[in-house]
């Protein structure tokens, strides 16, 4: 496939994953509660392995000097806790919560702006490196399953009926296509390597700020030890990747 295809099929992918939400009318609440926890685990491990692994190395083997390397990562860090200061939105990646109507609007607006972001960095990534896309687009889908499946039941709860909450997540998650496709056709008059590490820091900032926390709150041995498992097995993922990258 090219790489306007690459880029595009897996906007479209990403934004399809906001369907998953539908899961949750499937399950108890318990149930659901039981397996969300493991799964943003696993995807802090792989979104900070993506980033470590992966994207940093990809940005100082391609020659950038290391001090902008690492300054775009902390812009992209901190892009991202801007965004979220400025809507007082934090994906809280649960099940149910207690929420008003303003809220549900907030989140959408929140996830938007998130996914635009995030295809915008994707996008740059795979016009540097199609494999590396490939690694980085993993990592990233492997932290919209749970945050689709915690969003939809706080949609749910704040009122919105079923089918109106799966087409706002979708519209929401098509601008994870929007950035692929801005970075795509920036990329015909300029350079974007410096979205690798911006992208880096994206997604140390999710899995280190947003989804370990949700994790790390718990008293209950075991289910820290299963939490713990799960993120390493994330990280050991992207690890393991790596070889395959390269």
Known sequence: ???????????????????????TLLLER???????????????????????????????EGGMEPV?????????????FATEQLLHHHHG????????????????????LHNFLGGLAVGGIFVMDIRLGL??????????????????????????SRRRALLFNLLSGLTFLVGGLVAYFASLSASVAFLVPFGAG???????????PEVNRHTDARRNVEHFVAFVAGMFLLLALRSWVE
């Open 68 to 80: 902008r390397a690492f300054t775009w990562t902390a812009l992209g860090f901190a892009l991202f």
């Open 93 to 112: 990646h649960r099940a149910a919560a207690e929420c008003r109507a303003p809220l549900t609007y907030l989140i959408l607006l929140g996830d938007g």
């Open 202 to 212: 994206n997604f140390l900032y999710i899995g280190a700020s947003d989804l370990v």
């Open 135 to 160: 690694m980085a687009w993993l990592a990233a889908a492997a932290h919209e399953i749970p945050q689709e499946l915690g969003d939809f039941g706080v949609l749910v709860h704040g009122g919105w």
């Open 1 to 23: 496939m090219s790489l306007f295809a690459w880029i595009a099929v897996s906007g479209v992918l990403m934004s399809a994953i906001a369907l998953v939400g539908s899961v």
């Open 30 to 60: 318990r149930t659901l509660e039981r397996i969300l926890l493991p799964l943003v685990a696993f995807a802090a491990g792989s979104l900070i392995g993506g980033a470590l692994f992966h994207m940093l190395p990809a940005a100082l």
